[in-house]
């Protein structure tokens, strides 16, 4: 079993024992399972997915840290959403606006576009959840 703690400036988002843990980190997907060897890693917009007692859940997750120590994951998110918290009309005019902008932005260079191409991925994310992918 893991201890998986997920917080976000607004709230304590979950605690429970979990069976497994998959993470969008900034180098890829990273899988979760007791007596992981300890990991600090920056987290990239996406999908967490958690297992417990041959249930799946998932959450669409935007930036942060997680830490992984003994038998406790401790993600540190910017947000943290369910499917049935997420609006996919908001998410569609979110990603729709970002892209304007990193088209407008097209000459800039990557470091200064980084932002936006991070909202298009948390949006990516927040619709591939809704629609249940």
């Known amino acids: 079993m893991l201890k998986l703690e997920i917080v976000t400036p607004e ?21 979760i399972l ?6 600090i890693s920056a987290l990239k917009p996406g999908i967490l997915t958690y297992t ?5 859940n998932r959450l669409a997750i935007t930036g942060g840290f997680v830490e992984v120590n003994a038998d406790k994951v401790a993600v540190l998110a910017d947000s943290a959403e369910a499917p049935d918290e997420i609006n996919a009309d908001v ?3 979110d990603r729709e606006a970002a892209e304007k902008e990193l088209s407008a932005a097209a000459t800039e260079p990557v470091e200064q576009t980084e932002a936006i191409r991070e909202r298009i991925e948390s949006a990516n994310a927040k619709l591939q959840l809704v629609a249940g992918k």
């Open 91 to 93: 998410a569609r005019s």
């Open 52 to 56: 417990s007692k041959g249930s799946t």
């Open 34 to 39: 007791p007596n992981h060897a300890p990991l």
């Open 11 to 31: 709230k304590r988002v979950l605690d429970a024992d979990v069976d497994s843990v998959t993470i969008p980190t900034a180098t890829g997907e990273a899988g």
